[in-house]
């Protein structure tokens, strides 16, 4: 059984950096593309950031484009996103995701099937 775990989170002020890691279990981590996806209070979950299981495609929402690098690593079934120049407006619990579905977009959550639990990013000003 495929489980997702991510860490990482925390309390930064504004203009600062966190770095938010993901482990995959229970499945092999090539198997799948990767992303993460937040969920801002009262919000609907959105797209961050997707990466392909080979690490050639990245791709980012224009919100954090510039500002957020997505990663994984292969040889230990990990994903990371650093964030630098964090703002107010990218507090939200951040999770990490995982989908078989290749060769198309997949930014919706509905395309992705295993999740984490979340870990909380809060930027204050």
């Known amino acids: 059984q495929v489980q997702l775990a991510e860490s990482g989170g925390g309390s930064v002020q504004a203009g600062n950096s966190l770095r938010l890691s993901c482990v995959l279990s229970?499945?092999?981590?090539?198997?799948?593309?990767m992303a993460w996806f937040r969920q801002g209070p009262g919000k609907e979950r959105e797209f961050v950031a997707r990466?392909?299981?080979?690490?050639?495609?990245?791709y980012y929402a224009d919100s954090v484009k510039g500002r957020f690098t997505i990663s994984r690593d292969n040889t230990k079934g990990m994903m990371y996103l650093q964030m630098d120049s964090l703002q107010p407006e990218d507090t939200a619990m951040y999770y990490c995701?995982?989908?078989?579905?290749?060769?198309?977009?997949?930014?919706?959550?509905?395309?992705?099937?295993?999740w984490g639990q979340g870990t909380q990013v809060t930027v204050s000003s």
């Open positions: 995701a995982a989908t078989r579905l290749h060769g198309i977009v997949v930014e919706s959550p509905a395309q992705y099937d295993y």
């Open positions: 229970g499945g092999t981590f090539t198997d799948y593309n």
């Open positions: 990466i392909i299981w080979n690490a050639r495609q990245l």
